[in-house]
């Protein structure tokens, strides 16, 4: 499949928003460990805002920074992956129900499901487009891809991808580790004009090489589901050809090649 790639976003530790990252991913400037805060939510209505949680604001940042330019987002099918979903409030309801009351927030309870950031975004754009949450675990974003250039090929109009993912709180960080906060959203198109890079996918029923990583950046990816799309971040950042292999399953990856427009 085939789809051009508009403007991406990026949020992670010491990576905060695109304009800032594009050097640094692009290696012109040194990269630098720092602690990622959630962004606030400008885009929710106050009441939204203060419901949502750190996990639906570091989505909605990168969704709201890759359609800044947008005439119309609530014109965007969006697809939305997380191997996690909010592992944090998932936490806090668990040790709710361990309590002899287990009296569960209403708050928590409607973040709890794995479309919450979706639906905060549809609710903030005036949205009542296609809207798809996917999981997929530490292939959670190499799974949003395929949906959302699946879409792009087969219905001829923008999407919007959003990948994210926060991490669990105790006891389940000790069997699901999250090393750190990150979200990326990609505006994926069927045509050029305006485009950053040509995008190729290719899906290939085969285990995918061991990456070997190049920098402390590049050594990022396998701590949070969403940063395995940090090669395709880099590449788009320093305007180079790039072939990345994203891991899908044990038995399959996607081939991705990246082309600057």
Same mark, same amino acid.
């Given at each position: 499949m085939r789809c051009f790639l508009g403007a991406v976003s990026v949020f992670g530790p010491g990576l905060p928003g695109w304009a800032a990252s594009r050097p640094i991913l692009a290696g012109t400037q040194p990269w630098a460990m720092a602690e990622a805060l959630p962004p606030a939510p400008a885009i929710l209505a106050p009441g939204d805002r203060r419901r949502a949680?750190?996990?639906t604001r570091f989505a909605l940042a990168a969704a709201s920074e890759a359609?800044?330019?947008?005439p119309d987002r609530a014109a965007l099918e969006t697809f939305f992956a997380s191997g996690n979903g909010d592992g944090a409030v998932v936490g806090g309801i668990l040790d709710a129900l361990h309590e002899a009351e287990g009296v569960v927030s209403p708050t928590q309870f409607h973040n709890s499901v794995h =479309?919450? /950031? @979706?639906?905060?975004?549809?609710?903030?754009?005036?949205?009542?487009?296609?809207?798809?949450?996917?999981?997929?675990?530490d292939g959670a974003f190499a799974a949003g891809l395929l949906a959302a250039m699946g879409a792009v090929a087969t219905r001829g109009r923008p999407v919007l991808l959003v990948a994210y993912d926060t991490p669990m709180t105790a006891p389940l960080s000790d069997v699901r580790t999250t090393a750190f906060p990150f979200a990326t959203a990609c505006l994926l198109r069927p045509a050029a004009e305006g485009a950053q890079a040509m995008l190729d996918l290719r899906y290939v029923a085969e285990p995918a090489p061991e990456p070997t990583?190049?920098?402390?950046?590049?050594?990022?990816?396998?701590? =949070?589901? /969403? @940063?395995?799309?940090l090669p395709l971040m880099r590449a788009v950042a320093a305007c180079r050809a790039a072939r990345i292999r994203l891991s899908l399953l044990p038995d399959a990856h996607l081939d991705l090649r990246v082309t600057p427009c």
């Open positions: 949680g750190a996990t359609t800044e330019a947008e =479309n919450a /950031a @979706a639906g905060y975004w549809h609710i903030a754009v005036g949205s009542t487009m296609p809207s798809v949450s996917l999981g997929g675990h990583p190049a920098d402390a950046l590049d050594a990022l990816a396998p701590g =949070n589901p /969403a @940063a395995r799309a």
